[in-house]
């Protein structure tokens, strides 16, 4: 599929096709049980996500309870270190908990009470997930069930103990490595036990058919909000949109705004400590096509084409895939995906908090730090960026390993 074959103006509602295909990627390929479970879902989300009474439920909770919309704020300092090119940040840091994922958790959330589920579940790796589907759990009235590796609920201390204060019930999985991949395997083994009551709330544009429609879905509200935003600002559109991607979410969220539009879209990938397999978690850019967690994208392998070990400074982008329809956007050429190590992002992290006051996640400096290096190339013009979450999270850590810059 080429990129000029594609309708961009009708392409929301064209893709995923029925199946919850983006061209050759997504699917969902679950064993039978699960896979009614997620037609099951597929349908509700058809008849009850569309109806007013959901989509007025829905605005209202973004507007009382999330804080939306978020502002668009222009990057006046920061700005003027690159030259004559216009920065501008989405601030999902503002958003309810600190970052863009309660959109869609919300809205999962959401679901689950009109479906008459009793029960949301998910796992969680640096447990940003697992706080935000906590958060929509204690709002709901639903019970919730965090399952999460061992290794993790030790190095994530404050989340852990923000989900228990939420409400939730933290699941400890020592199975193998006791970290996300197990957590994941434990969290869909205990939804295949007791589908009927309960509804898996998965984190990101991943995972079999309806998710990474869904989450997309939900997570458009970022891009349709920028959109009138930016030119309600300026009177124009960006000429670029940049978002950093793990799964995928923010990114999906932002881009759908502006697919339509004569805009460069650009995709960041961390490229961790490097180019060696195992050192970042660059899929889009170094990977290969492949199934994992029950869709087909482009993923990073290890010899055995199992799932390979990723690694970034930044835990929200340590994801061996991302969300097919990246893939797929990746293969028509409508949005590049290019890479940020470690080192350019924490630089980032502190240009940022020092030249605007905003501390960004160093998920988010990742896409700072390209929008810094692009703005450089363009020489004139304006770049929006998507700060999917602000980085409280992760000052300790910055503080212990980097020191301040
Ligand atoms: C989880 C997370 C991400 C990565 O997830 P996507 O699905 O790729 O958006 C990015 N930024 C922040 C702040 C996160 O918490």
Same mark, same amino acid.
């Given at each position: 599929?080429?990129?000029?074959?594609?309708?961009?103006?009708?392409?929301? =509602?064209?893709?995923?096709?029925?199946?919850?295909? @983006?061209?050759?990627?997504?699917?969902? @390929?679950?064993?039978?049980?699960?896979? *009614?479970?997620?037609?099951? +879902?597929? &349908?509700?989300? @058809?008849?009850?996500?569309?109806?007013? =009474?959901?989509?007025?439920?829905?605005?209202?909770?973004?507007?009382?309870?999330?804080?939306?919309?978020?502002?668009?704020?222009?990057?006046?300092? $920061?700005?003027?270190?690159?030259?004559?090119?216009?920065?501008? !940040?989405?601030?999902?840091?503002?958003?309810?908990?600190?970052?863009?994922?309660?959109?869609?958790?919300?809205?999962?959330?959401?679901? /689950?009470?009109?479906?008459?589920?009793?029960? +949301?579940?998910?796992?969680?790796?640096?447990?940003?997930?697992?706080?935000?589907?906590?958060?929509?759990?204690?709002?709901?009235?639903?019970?919730?069930?965090?399952?999460?590796?061992?290794?993790?609920?030790?190095?994530?201390?404050?989340?852990? /103990?923000?989900?228990?204060?939420?409400?939730?019930?933290?699941?400890?999985?020592?199975?193998?490595?006791?970290?996300?991949?197990?957590?994941?395997?434990?969290?869909?083994?205990?939804?295949? *036990?007791?589908?009927?009551?309960?509804?898996?709330?998965?984190?990101?544009?991943?995972?079999?058919?309806?998710?990474?429609?869904?989450?997309?879905?939900?997570?458009?509200?970022?891009?349709?909000? /920028?959109? &009138?935003?930016?030119?309600?600002?300026? %009177?124009?559109?960006?000429?670029?949109?940049?978002?950093? !991607?793990?799964?995928?979410?923010?990114?999906?969220?932002?881009?759908?705004?502006? $697919?339509?539009?004569?805009?460069?879209?650009?995709?960041?990938?961390?490229?961790?400590?490097?180019? =060696?397999?195992?050192?970042?978690?660059?899929?889009?850019?170094?990977?290969?096509?492949?199934?994992?967690? %029950?869709?087909?994208?482009?993923?990073?392998?290890?010899?055995?084409?199992?799932?390979?070990? !990723?690694?970034?400074?930044?835990?929200?982008?340590?994801?061996?895939?991302?969300?097919?329809?990246? /893939? @797929?956007?990746?293969?028509?050429?409508?949005?590049?995906?290019? !890479?940020?190590?470690?080192?350019?992002?924490?630089?980032?992290?502190?240009?940022?908090?020092?030249? &605007?006051?905003?501390?960004?996640?160093?998920?988010?400096?990742?896409?700072?730090?390209?929008?810094?290096?692009?703005? *450089?190339?363009?020489?004139?013009?304006?770049?929006?960026?998507?700060?999917?979450?602000?980085?409280?999270?992760?000052?300790?850590?910055? +503080?212990? =390993?980097?020191?301040?810059?």
């Amino acid at each position: 599929m080429k990129y000029s074959d594609i309708e961009f103006d009708t392409y929301l =509602k064209n893709y995923p096709d029925k199946n919850g295909y @983006f061209g050759k990627y997504g699917g969902a @390929f679950v064993p039978d049980d699960l896979k *009614k479970a997620m037609d099951e +879902i597929t &349908e509700a989300y @058809f008849t009850i996500c569309k109806s007013s =009474k959901f989509i007025s439920e829905l605005r209202r909770i973004r507007r009382e309870f999330q804080g939306r919309p978020t502002p668009i704020s222009y990057l006046e300092r $920061l700005s003027s270190t690159i030259g004559n090119v216009q920065l501008y !940040v989405k601030r999902e840091d503002l958003n309810h908990t600190g970052a863009h994922k309660l959109n869609h958790c919300m809205g999962e959330a959401l679901l /689950a009470k009109y479906m008459g589920k009793k029960k +949301i579940i998910a796992e969680t790796g640096a447990g940003q997930h697992g706080v935000a589907l906590a958060t929509a759990a204690a709002y709901f009235g639903l019970e919730c069930d965090i399952y999460m590796g061992a290794v993790d609920i030790k190095k994530q201390a404050p989340n852990v /103990a923000r989900m228990k204060i939420l409400g939730a019930n933290v699941v400890e999985v020592t199975d193998g490595l006791q970290t996300l991949k197990e957590a994941v395997d434990a969290a869909f083994a205990a939804y295949l *036990k007791d589908y009927k009551n309960t509804i898996y709330c998965i984190g990101s544009v991943v995972g079999p058919h309806p998710f990474p429609m869904m989450v997309r879905d939900f997570q458009s509200i970022v891009g349709i909000e /920028a959109r &009138e935003q930016f030119l309600e600002m300026t %009177g124009e559109l960006p000429d670029a949109v940049v978002a950093c !991607v793990g799964g995928g979410s923010n990114a999906m969220g932002i881009f759908s705004g502006f $697919l339509n539009d004569p805009v460069e879209i650009y995709g960041v990938e961390p490229l961790g400590r490097g180019n =060696k397999l195992g050192d970042h978690a660059a899929s889009l850019n170094y990977g290969s096509e492949g199934i994992m967690h %029950g869709f087909n994208s482009i993923m990073l392998k290890d010899e055995n084409g199992d799932p390979a070990p !990723v690694y970034s400074v930044a835990s929200g982008l340590d994801y061996p895939s991302s969300g097919p329809e990246h /893939a @797929f956007l990746r293969d028509c050429g409508r949005v590049k995906y290019d !890479v940020i190590d470690d080192e350019k992002a924490i630089d980032a992290f502190f240009k940022l908090s020092r030249l &605007e006051g905003i501390i960004p996640a160093i998920e988010s400096s990742h896409a700072v730090a390209y929008a810094m290096e692009l703005g *450089k190339k363009m020489g004139k013009g304006s770049i929006l960026i998507n700060l999917s979450g602000r980085g409280d999270k992760d000052m300790d850590f910055v +503080i212990e =390993k980097y020191g301040i810059r």
